[in-house]
């Protein structure tokens, strides 16, 4: 593992709060060195440019006045000079330097061939004494060649220089703690719901029921988004869980009469010797409790993968077709049992899951010739858009429920004119095609007591268990109107009984 690849991981295992504050520093550390930079640059270019301006003036009246003879004239403060001749020998200088030569001998060689010689003595930092800025060149006087040397110090420049240093430093390391600490007290508030989300991910984790985040409910940032996410998703581990307690109730209840009756069966048989007919009935009275809990076994599943998870898949199929399908099993029983089975059915398109529809409406038909008498009746249609004319007060926004006293079924979409006289105020839904779908019976219909109950899971009417059917079949028929985004209800029509699912066409 390379250097820089150890450095990521071991970055990438530090905590949240901590990266941030790091890559905080670190960019504010960029930021300020590079400003600091920009402002030395410019601060000692403009100090510079003014020892240069100095220094320049100051050696041309030296060149001046070696070239006329005359005494050298005074200079900016701190200004020094030396004459020299082309082997070195100092002919004039300033007292502070007319014993230290200024010029190394290659710098001497240099100038005494006409070229301009620039150099600093001494440096900024560490700190050293006696700093100059010199400028060296060659002054021909009285047929010889000399060697003026100018010089400033540099003291006043290098102090204001350091002093500058100093503060850009002291202010950098401020500015740097006070924008890491800002970083960390922003991180830590930032994510401070996140790890209240985890706490509350972790009590759930532990058991805890009905668990909910605090979620604000004025804010929309990601923070906020997330909560309501995992709100969401614990709304789904809590259904799901339900649905699984229900399960194991619901099946541990329901399959505990069937095994009785089996176990039942089982030791009468085997309390003392039994004829070939009579071991015969014992084990076709076996064989219809295996078959009861192969139903009640597929039944559950199928409540269980309809409420678990999205499974229904929309397409369009014929609904004549699909009825048809659904009613034909049961012909056979209707007509060996004297009853008449008959089918209304929309010879057009609606768009189902005809894998889970064609089962609910077998259901409902098995459920009318089992508990029912007469006739059953399976009528299907889709709903679509009405143009309503009316003798009174009409409301039509295609948005809520209004009361509709009818001659005749009406839907009113507003999409496509159908003409429907109306004694009374009119509601527009407007939700697009609806399909329709009644099985109705002439029996005795249903108990009042029973009907608020009649899609439970197990309701049956009788009130014995031991009774025909594992009570899960409107149960069924529910959770396929449910997931196509529809109802079911039942109810007494005066004739008999009717089991109505409306759902989106």
């Known amino acids: 593992m390379t250097r820089s690849a150890g450095l990521r991981a071991r970055f990438g295992r530090l905590p949240v709060v901590s990266r941030l504050v790091l890559a905080v520093a670190i960019t504010m550390s960029l930021v300020l060195t590079g ?118 110090r540099r003291g006043h420049r290098d102090e204001a220089l350091r002093e500058l240093l100093a503060q850009l430093a002291f202010a950098s390391l401020l500015t740097l703690i006070a924008a890491s600490f800002v970083g960390y007290r922003t991180a830590r508030a930032a994510l401070r719901p996140v790890e209240r989300y985890r706490s509350g991910a972790a009590t759930l984790a532990d058991g805890a029921q009905n668990l909910r985040l605090d979620v604000p409910a004025d804010r929309d940032d990601e923070i906020t988004r997330l909560g309501h996410t995992l709100n969401r998703m614990l709304d789904r581990l809590e259904a799901s869980a339900v649905r699984e307690r229900r399960f194991v109730a619901d099946a541990s209840h329901e399959l505990r009469t069937p095994l009785a009756l089996l176990r039942a069966e089982l030791d009468v048989a085997l309390h003392r010797p039994r004829s070939a007919e009579e071991l015969t009935g014992t084990l076709r009275a076996v064989e219809g409790e295996v078959q009861r809990l192969i139903d009640l076994s597929n039944a559950l599943l199928a409540l269980e993968e309809l409420g678990g998870t999205d499974h229904v898949v929309r397409a369009p199929v014929c609904l004549a077709d699909l009825v048809e399908a659904a009613v034909a099993p049961h012909l056979r029983t209707a007509g060996r049992d004297g009853r008449v089975l008959t089918v209304a059915a929309a010879d057009t398109t609606v768009e189902v899951d005809a894998r889970w529809l064609r089962p609910a409406i077998g259901n409902l038909v098995d459920n009318a010739l089992r508990h029912a008498a007469g006739p059953v009746r399976v009528t299907a249609e889709v709903r679509g858009s009405v143009t309503a004319e009316v003798r009174g007060p009409v409301t039509a926004e295609g948005r809520g429920p209004v009361t509709a006293e009818v001659r005749e079924p009406v839907t009113a979409e507003g999409r496509g004119p159908v003409t429907a006289e109306v004694r009374g105020p009119v509601t527009a839904e407007g939700r697009g095609p609806r399909l329709r779908l009644v099985v109705a019976d002439e029996g005795p219909g249903f108990p009042p007591e029973f009907l608020p109950r009649a899609f439970d899971r197990f309701a049956r009417a009788e009130a014995s268990r031991t009774s025909e059917g594992s009570g899960l079949g409107l149960a069924f028929v529910q959770a396929v109107a449910t997931a196509h985004g529809g109802t079911a209800h039942a109810e007494n029509t005066g004739r008999g009984a009717a089991v109505v699912l409306d759902l989106p066409g």
């Open 35 to 152: 400003t600091a930079g920009l402002v030395y640059w410019r601060v000692q270019t403009a100090l510079d440019r003014q020892l240069h301006d100095d220094l320049a003036a100051y050696r041309h009246s030296l060149d001046r006045a070696v070239r006329a003879g005359t005494a050298p004239p005074p200079g900016p403060s701190g200004s020094l000079y030396q004459v020299l001749d082309t082997r070195g020998r100092v002919l004039g200088a300033s007292d502070a330097v007319r014993h230290r030569p200024l010029l190394t001998p290659a710098e001497l060689d240099s100038a005494a061939h006409g070229h301009t010689v620039r150099r600093d003595v001494g440096s900024l930092l560490p700190i050293t004494p006696d700093t100059l800025r010199l400028q060296a060149r060659r002054v021909r006087t009285g047929g010889q060649s000399r060697v003026v040397v100018a010089a400033v």
